[in-house]
């Protein structure tokens, strides 16, 4: 390795190491990362490293945004993709219920998406005067993924938005306030779910959609 390219890696070595620990870089996870990794040649550095222990730069999101991946796949990275993955999917049809709730909810015409706010109290007054939105947020919460046990709206709301922030769909830039800000893995939830639509015609989207629809009526 040439001396340019052990100082290029020195300068990148955080960068590097929240991608092997599996966290996605975006503008608005980590602008100085992600601007580094839109550097064709710092990008360049970082693969050629990740390349040596079997690791790749993967993006999603239009190349908007970045992981880590493998860059072959063996019998033993097969069977940690393979868990990965199921961890994705048992958590599709809460996260996919939410992103409806949160765009029927916001008076959104689009899916929440990377950058884009949630105040979580306007939200939540929303849902508190909506029937409908009560019962789906009340679902949603008791959820596996969320585990609430609680009634109450202000209880369900908070718990779901915290565990969103520890998986990472969701950042809370001021802890004083209760704004949100969507993360790129919700662009990557969006292409592993278009993924499983096209070779398995599931069409979660659409069913999530259509029985929040259907509640609303």
Not at 45 to 57: A, D, F, K, P
Not at 101 to 121: C, F, I, K, N
């Amino acid at each position: 390795m040439s001396q340019v390219t052990e100082t290029a890696i020195v300068g990148t070595s955080a960068l590097i190491e929240r991608l092997l620990k599996g966290q996605f870089i975006c503008r608005t996870t980590d602008e100085d990362g992600w601007r580094a990794l839109k550097s064709p040649s710092t990008r360049e550095h970082v693969e050629q490293y990740l390349n040596q222990i079997n690791r790749t730069i993967g993006s999603a999101g239009e190349g908007e945004v970045f992981f880590c991946g493998y860059q072959q796949l063996g019998d033993g990275e097969r069977k940690v993709i393979s868990s990965q993955f199921k961890d994705i999917c048992n958590a599709l049809i809460p996260l996919v219920e939410w992103l409806v709730l949160v765009q029927e909810g916001s008076g959104q015409d689009a899916p929440l998406s990377e950058g884009v706010a949630v105040r979580l109290t306007e939200l939540q007054t929303r849902i508190e005067d909506t029937p409908a939105f009560r019962e789906q947020l009340a679902k949603i919460s008791h959820y596996r993924l969320f585990g609430s046990t609680s009634t109450n709206v202000d209880a369900q709301i908070k718990l779901v938005f915290k565990r969103l922030v520890e998986l990472g769909y969701l950042t809370r830039p001021n802890s004083e306030k209760q704004i949100y800000i969507a993360t790129g893995k919700l662009d990557y939830l969006y292409e592993v779910i278009r993924f499983i639509d096209e070779t398995e015609g599931l069409s979660l989207e659409a069913q999530a959609e259509t029985a929040t629809q259907r509640d609303l009526i």
